[in-house]
């Protein structure tokens, strides 16, 4: 990684995000209606975050539940 690239919003990676709703566009596409947060190259604690942003069905998957989500119940 360059040095001029610290500090920018890093696309690439997968991140996770919470889903309020589903809704359609005149074509019928689905988006997902997400909270998440776009990390930065090189920082783990900054990060531009999105509310309420709308992506595309194709781009969403459900959470993989961790350990402690299954040791709750």
């Given amino acids: 990684m360059a ?19 589903w809704d359609r566009d005149l074509e019928g596409a689905w988006y997902g209606v997400v909270d998440y947060v776009v990390p930065r190259v090189g920082d783990i604690r900054a990060g531009k975050p999105v509310t309420c942003g709308l992506v595309p069905a194709a781009a969403l998957r459900p959470r993989v539940p961790h350990v402690e989500d299954k040791l709750r119940f």
Avoid: M, N, P, T
């Fill in 3 to 21: 040095e001029h690239q610290l500090g920018r919003l890093d696309f690439s990676r997968e991140v996770i995000g919470r889903l309020h709703h």
